[in-house]
């Protein structure tokens, strides 16, 4: 398959289309196609939750009129989530009230139906830039963890943790549902040159468990080996 839509120093993103209006889907579609980018299409509320909760998109074009749960519905779900997830909503032309819960919602864009594909295809390369730019956040559950910033959140409310420890969770974060071993985090958090024995590595690990507990966000070891972060549990 070709990809000559994308310019210099444009990125391939993976995006999301959430609409069921079929014909407009399929324009929507074909033109993020052809400009380069790899698209999901979903036609329900809960579709579009779903999946949106359990793979990483670079942007999601959400429709606000999505039977079984309106679009407004999901943007929620997504920001309590604490996902940074670009979503840019499609609204009715005259869904001015939409517009605005839309953006107090988190949304970072808006298109009025009906529009033009290169209006949209616009609107997708402003967010893509402004992607690129913006603080990485790692996201696991009710835990976000802005990897600029330094600052680890549950439900939105930062948690206070120690150098060491928000190393140890970023490190979890990158793997989640997957095993770190005791060595690696030992090559891996010790920032100023400084040897870290296993045994602190231990000791870390369970101040952090039990900061991160109250969140419902559990820090499994496994025996011998290393730890792993268990998966959220689905909503
Ligand atoms: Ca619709």
Not at 139 to 147: K, N, P, W
Not at 149 to 167: F, M, Y
């Amino acid at each position: 398959m070709a990809f000559g839509g994308l310019g210099e120093g444009e990125r391939r993103m993976r995006i999301l289309v959430a609409e069921d209006d079929a014909t407009l889907a399929d324009g929507l579609l074909h033109s993020l196609r052809h400009a380069g980018h790899a698209v999901d299409c979903v036609t329900t509320g809960p579709e579009a939750d779903s999946a949106v909760a359990s793979s990483a998109f670079d942007l999601l074009i959400l429709d606000l009129g999505l039977p079984k749960m309106g679009g407004l519905e999901v943007l929620r779900r997504l920001r309590a989530r604490q996902s940074s997830m670009p979503v840019l909503i499609l609204t009715a032309q005259d869904g001015i009230d939409d517009r605005v819960r839309g953006l107090d919602l988190g949304a970072d864009d808006y298109l009025a139906k009906p529009f033009v594909l290169a209006e949209l295809e616009a609107r997708v390369r402003a967010l893509a830039r402004r992607g690129q730019s913006s603080s990485p956040m790692l996201c696991h559950g009710t835990l976000s963890y802005d990897t600029v910033g330094k600052v680890a959140r549950i439900h939105g409310e930062v948690i206070e943790l120690s150098a060491r420890e928000l190393a140890l969770l970023k490190i979890l974060l990158q793997r989640p549902g997957r095993m770190v071993s005791k060595e690696h985090l030992v090559d891996h958090v010790c920032e100023w040159g400084e040897e870290v024995s296993t045994n602190a590595i231990e000791v870390y690990i369970h101040r952090l468990r039990k900061k991160l507990e109250r969140g419902g966000v559990k820090i499994v070891t496994i025996r011998g080996l290393g730890y792993c972060l268990e998966r959220p549990q689905a909503h």
